[in-house]
C-alpha cells in the first residue's frame, strides 16, 4: 500500500513477485513448543497504536506488534516472496473490469468471538481510499490530525490501490466474501488490502460501538457498511474520529474493547515508555501456533545499552541502529549471533521545490532552468561514496553506494535501472569545478542552503557534516535546521533539502507512486512533472515485461529534473542469543518478526 508516510516510499526489491504455495504460517508440527518459555526483545521505540494504516500508527515499531497480534492474507518471507496467510484468500475474479474477492475462513475471529468479515475490510477501503473524505487535509500545525466537525469526514491516510475502488463492494450474505472492482486495471491488486501487520484493519464493530454507539456487533458491521454505501457524512465523520485516533494508547488501556485483535497474541501488559508484553490467546482459533508463550518488548533508544542488555541476558534478540560501535559491541559476547545484512530503508537526499528557496524556480523569476542549474550543481557536491565508505562500509562491507530511486541493489532490474537512469553517470562523483560552473552560469548570489535532519541521529550528523563541507567548496552556503521532530516538518516550507530514509512494507511496482507523483502525499518537496505523472499513470497498469523499461523512464526523468538522489541502503544488524532458534530478518516491515510463530528459545 502506498501510504502517505515515513514508512511507506518506495519498493526496494524486485517489481515481480514470486508467489508460492506453503503451509500456513505456523501450521507445522508444534510438538516442540517450550512450556511456558518467555522471550525478551529489544526495541527502539514504543508501541502507540492498533491502527497502522494512520499518520500516527504507521511505523515499525507498531507493526511488529499488530502482526503478532493479527492474521493476514498475505505476508512476505525472508526472500521477499509473497505467501498466503491465514485469514483467507485472494482471488482476481476479473481482469476486465478489474474484480479481486476476499473470502474469509470459518475461523477466522475477533478475540470477543464475532466473526472477522467484510465490514472490516469494507472499512479499511473507506479509511485508506481517501474517497469519502470531504477536505484534503484536516491536520493541527504540528501533524496531528484534527477531530472533524460533524460535517467533515477525513481518514488519516491515502494509498493508490484503495483509491482506484469507486463504487462499493459487492457483499455477500454471510459477510465471508467481499469483491472491489477496480475503476482501472491495478499491477498491484494482490497488495491493496491484508498485507503483513496491517491485516484486516481495526474491527469494525468496535469502531461502529464507539462512533455510533452501536453495542450489538452484528447491527454494527451493518452500520458501517450503510454508513460506508450511503456516503452519509454524519455518520462518517464519527467512524473516521475513532479509526484515526480512537485506537492510540502508549500504556495498558482501561477499555479493553481497544485490545481486540484477531490472531495468536494478545497484549497482557504496557508499561509507557518501558515494555509491552503479548502472551499466545487460549481463545485463538486460527492456523498459527507460536512456540513461544510469552514475548516481551522492551524499549531503549540507546543501541550501546541495547548490546548491553543483550550481553547481561535482559534481553534475548534485537534491531538496534547499526554503527561500528554497535557491531564490535555485539561481536564480542560470547553466545550471540550477529547477522549483517542490508535493511528495508534507504537514505536519500530530497530537494524542496515550491519553498521560494535556493532550489525553486521563484527565486529566479521563474526560470526553471536555472533553479535546476543549482540542484544539479548540489547534486555534484553530494559526497556519496565517502558516506558509504565511512559510515557505512564499517558495518557492512559489501555495502554500495545505491543509484536507483526505486530498486534495492541487487534486485533483479536494478542493473538495467541504473545503466539508464544517468544518476550513476552524472553524480557518482564529487565534481566541485562542474559546480562552481553551473552555478557561474545562475549568476547572482545563491540563497542559502537550509538542510533539515535529525540532528540527534549520530550516523545523520555525520552525513550532514561531510555534505556541508563538500558543498561549502563549491561556493554554497549552508544552513543547519536539523531537528529532533523533523518527521513533523516535512513538506512545511522551512527547509531546501531534507536527509531521511524511505522505508519500504511490499515489493509492488506502485509503491513509488506517492513519492513523486503531483501533489501526493509522499511528495514533500512540491515536485511535479506531467511526464513523470504520466510514467506513473502507465506503471499502474504495467506487467513484468515492461516494468523495467517504465522504471527506467521515471528514474531517468527524475535525474534529469535534479529531483534528488539515492545514497545507500541502511545497513540492519540482528543480534540474537544463541539459545533462540529461527530467527531470520526480511527487508520489508516487520523485519525479524515476520516468522514468529517459527522463534523457539531453549
Same mark, same amino acid.
Given at each position: 500500500?502506498?501510504?502517505?508516510?515515513? %514508512?511507506?516510499?518506495?519498493?526496494?526489491?524486485?517489481?515481480?513477485?514470486?508467489?508460492?504455495?506453503?503451509?500456513?504460517?505456523?501450521?507445522?508440527?508444534?510438538?516442540?513448543?517450550?512450556?511456558?518459555?518467555?522471550?525478551?526483545?529489544?526495541?527502539?521505540?514504543?508501541?502507540?497504536?492498533?491502527?497502522?494504516?494512520?499518520?500516527?500508527?504507521?511505523?515499525?515499531?507498531?507493526?511488529?506488534?499488530?502482526?503478532?497480534?493479527?492474521?493476514?492474507?498475505?505476508?512476505?518471507?525472508?526472500?521477499?516472496?509473497?505467501?498466503?496467510?491465514?485469514?483467507?484468500?485472494?482471488?482476481?475474479?476479473?481482469?476486465?473490469?478489474?474484480?479481486?474477492?476476499?473470502?474469509?475462513?470459518?475461523?477466522?475471529?475477533?478475540?470477543?468471538?464475532?466473526?472477522?468479515?467484510?465490514?472490516?475490510?469494507?472499512?479499511?477501503?473507506?479509511?485508506?481510499?481517501?474517497?469519502?473524505?470531504?477536505?484534503?487535509?484536516?491536520?493541527?500545525?504540528?501533524?496531528?490530525?484534527?477531530?472533524?466537525?460533524?460535517?467533515?469526514?477525513?481518514?488519516?491516510?491515502?494509498?493508490?490501490?484503495?483509491?482506484?475502488?469507486?463504487?462499493?463492494?459487492?457483499?455477500?450474505?454471510?459477510?465471508?466474501? $467481499?469483491?472491489?472492482?477496480?475503476?482501472?486495471?491495478?499491477?498491484?491488486?494482490?497488495?491493496?488490502?491484508?498485507?503483513?501487520?496491517?491485516?484486516?484493519?481495526?474491527?469494525?464493530?468496535?469502531?461502529?460501538?464507539?462512533?455510533?454507539?452501536?453495542?450489538?456487533?452484528?447491527?454494527?458491521?451493518?452500520?458501517?457498511?450503510?454508513?460506508?454505501?450511503?456516503?452519509?457524512?454524519?455518520?462518517?465523520?464519527?467512524?473516521?474520529?475513532?479509526?484515526?485516533?480512537?485506537?492510540?494508547?502508549?500504556?495498558?488501556?482501561?477499555?479493553?474493547?481497544?485490545?481486540?485483535?484477531?490472531?495468536?497474541? @494478545?497484549?497482557?501488559?504496557?508499561?509507557?515508555?518501558?515494555?509491552?508484553?503479548?502472551?499466545?490467546?487460549?481463545?485463538?482459533?486460527?492456523?498459527?501456533?507460536?512456540?513461544?508463550?510469552?514475548?516481551?518488548?522492551?524499549?531503549?533508544?540507546?543501541?550501546?545499552?541495547?548490546?548491553?542488555?543483550?550481553?547481561?541476558?535482559?534481553?534475548? &534478540?534485537?534491531?538496534?541502529?547499526?554503527?561500528?560501535?554497535?557491531?564490535?559491541?555485539?561481536?564480542?559476547?560470547?553466545?550471540?549471533?550477529?547477522? %549483517?545484512?542490508?535493511? %528495508?530503508?534507504?537514505?536519500?537526499?530530497?530537494?524542496?521545490?515550491?519553498?521560494?528557496?535556493?532550489?525553486?524556480?521563484?527565486?529566479?523569476?521563474?526560470?526553471?532552468?536555472? *533553479?535546476?542549474?543549482?540542484?544539479?550543481?548540489?547534486?555534484?557536491?553530494?559526497?556519496?561514496?565517502?558516506?558509504?565508505?565511512?559510515?557505512?562500509?564499517?558495518?557492512?562491507?559489501?555495502?554500495?553506494?545505491?543509484?536507483?530511486?526505486?530498486?534495492?541493489? +541487487?534486485?533483479?532490474?536494478?542493473?538495467?535501472?541504473?545503466?539508464?537512469? +544517468? &544518476?550513476?553517470?552524472?553524480?557518482?562523483?564529487?565534481?566541485?569545478?562542474?559546480?562552481?560552473?553551473?552555478?557561474?552560469?545562475?549568476?547572482?548570489?545563491?540563497?542559502?542552503?537550509?538542510?533539515?535532519?535529525?540532528?540527534?541521529?549520530?550516523?545523520?550528523?555525520?552525513?550532514?557534516?561531510? $555534505?556541508?563541507?563538500?558543498?561549502?567548496? *563549491?561556493?554554497?552556503?549552508?544552513?543547519?535546521?536539523?531537528?529532533?521532530?523533523?518527521?513533523?516538518?516535512?513538506?512545511?516550507?522551512?527547509?531546501?533539502?531534507?536527509?531521511?530514509?524511505?522505508?519500504?512494507?511490499?515489493?509492488? $511496482?506502485?509503491?513509488?507512486?506517492?513519492?513523486?507523483?503531483?501533489?501526493?502525499?509522499?511528495?514533500?518537496?512540491?515536485?511535479?512533472?506531467?511526464?513523470?505523472? @504520466?510514467?506513473?499513470?502507465?506503471?499502474?497498469?504495467?506487467?513484468?515485461?515492461?516494468?523495467?523499461?517504465?522504471?527506467?523512464?521515471?528514474?531517468?526523468?527524475?535525474?534529469?529534473?535534479?529531483? +534528488?538522489?539515492? $545514497?545507500?541502503?541502511?545497513?540492519?544488524?540482528?543480534?540474537?542469543?544463541?539459545?533462540?532458534?529461527?530467527?531470520?530478518?526480511?527487508?520489508?516491515?516487520?523485519?525479524?518478526?515476520?516468522?514468529?510463530?517459527?522463534?523457539?528459545?531453549?
Amino acid at each position: 500500500m502506498n501510504k502517505r508516510f515515513l %514508512a511507506a516510499g518506495a519498493s526496494v526489491a524486485a517489481a515481480a513477485m514470486v508467489l508460492s504455495a506453503c503451509t500456513p504460517p505456523g501450521g507445522g508440527n508444534d510438538d516442540q513448543a517450550s512450556e511456558n518459555s518467555i522471550l525478551n526483545i529489544g526495541w527502539n521505540e514504543s508501541f502507540r497504536s492498533m491502527n497502522t494504516m494512520t499518520a500516527n500508527g504507521n511505523a515499525v515499531s507498531n507493526a511488529i506488534l499488530t502482526y503478532m497480534m493479527n492474521d493476514n492474507f498475505k505476508y512476505y518471507d525472508e526472500n521477499l516472496e509473497l505467501q498466503d496467510g491465514s485469514l483467507g484468500s485472494v482471488e482476481r475474479v476479473s481482469e476486465d473490469p478489474l474484480k479481486v474477492k476476499y473470502t474469509f475462513n470459518d475461523n477466522a475471529k475477533w478475540s470477543d468471538g464475532t466473526p472477522v468479515d467484510a465490514a472490516d475490510l469494507a472499512l479499511t477501503w473507506a479509511g485508506t481510499s481517501a474517497n469519502f473524505n470531504t477536505v484534503d487535509s484536516n491536520n493541527n500545525d504540528d501533524g496531528t490530525v484534527k477531530e472533524n466537525d460533524e460535517s467533515t469526514v477525513y481518514f488519516d491516510s491515502s494509498s493508490i490501490g484503495p483509491a482506484l475502488i469507486k463504487d462499493f463492494p459487492e457483499v455477500s450474505e454471510d459477510g465471508k466474501e $467481499i469483491t472491489f472492482e477496480y475503476s482501472k486495471p491495478f499491477a498491484d491488486w494482490e497488495l491493496t488490502f491484508g498485507v503483513g501487520a496491517d491485516g484486516v484493519g481495526v474491527p469494525a464493530h468496535i469502531v461502529a460501538k464507539k462512533a455510533l454507539g452501536e453495542e450489538d456487533p452484528a447491527a454494527g458491521k451493518q452500520a458501517i457498511l450503510d454508513a460506508i454505501k450511503n456516503k452519509d457524512t454524519a455518520a462518517l465523520s464519527k467512524i473516521s474520529n475513532v479509526w484515526n485516533t480512537g485506537f492510540d494508547f502508549t500504556s495498558m488501556p482501561d477499555d479493553e474493547d481497544l485490545l481486540v485483535h484477531n490472531g495468536p497474541y @494478545k497484549i497482557t501488559d504496557f508499561q509507557e515508555g518501558q515494555y509491552i508484553t503479548v502472551q499466545k490467546d487460549e481463545n485463538y482459533s486460527g492456523p498459527v501456533k507460536p512456540k513461544v508463550d510469552t514475548i516481551t518488548v522492551r524499549y531503549n533508544g540507546d543501541p550501546m545499552a541495547m548490546v548491553q542488555a543483550v550481553e547481561n541476558g535482559e534481553v534475548d &534478540m534485537t534491531q538496534p541502529q547499526a554503527t561500528a560501535d554497535v557491531l564490535s559491541a555485539a561481536e564480542g559476547i560470547d553466545g550471540v549471533t550477529v547477522d %549483517a545484512a542490508d535493511g %528495508a530503508t534507504y537514505e536519500h537526499v530530497d530537494f524542496t521545490f515550491d519553498n521560494n528557496g535556493p532550489f525553486d524556480p521563484k527565486s529566479y523569476g521563474g526560470d526553471e532552468e536555472k *533553479a535546476k542549474k543549482v540542484r544539479q550543481a548540489f547534486l555534484k557536491t553530494v559526497p556519496r561514496a565517502e558516506i558509504v565508505d565511512k559510515i557505512i562500509k564499517p558495518l557492512n562491507e559489501n555495502a554500495v553506494v545505491r543509484d536507483s530511486f526505486t530498486q534495492v541493489p +541487487g534486485s533483479p532490474m536494478y542493473d538495467g535501472i541504473v545503466n539508464g537512469n +544517468g &544518476m550513476k553517470a552524472d553524480y557518482s562523483d564529487v565534481n566541485t569545478d562542474e559546480a562552481k560552473k553551473l552555478l557561474d552560469e545562475v549568476g547572482g548570489e545563491i540563497k542559502p542552503v537550509r538542510i533539515m535532519y535529525d540532528n540527534t541521529n549520530s550516523r545523520r550528523q555525520q552525513e550532514f557534516q561531510l $555534505i556541508k563541507e563538500s558543498a561549502e567548496k *563549491a561556493g554554497f552556503k549552508i544552513e543547519d535546521v536539523g531537528d529532533v521532530n523533523w518527521g513533523t516538518r516535512l513538506g512545511d516550507g522551512t527547509y531546501d533539502l531534507s536527509l531521511f530514509g524511505w522505508q519500504s512494507e511490499d515489493t509492488g $511496482i506502485t509503491s513509488s507512486d506517492a513519492n513523486y507523483r503531483t501533489g501526493a502525499q509522499n511528495n514533500y518537496g512540491g515536485y511535479s512533472n506531467e511526464k513523470v505523472d @504520466k510514467i506513473l499513470d502507465e506503471m499502474l497498469t504495467a506487467d513484468e515485461a515492461n516494468a523495467e523499461k517504465l522504471s527506467i523512464d521515471l528514474e531517468k526523468q527524475l535525474t534529469d529534473d535534479a529531483f +534528488g538522489a539515492p $545514497i545507500f541502503q541502511f545497513p540492519e544488524l540482528t543480534i540474537y542469543n544463541d539459545s533462540v532458534k529461527n530467527v531470520k530478518s526480511t527487508s520489508v516491515s516487520p523485519t525479524m518478526f515476520w516468522n514468529y510463530w517459527e522463534w523457539e528459545k531453549n
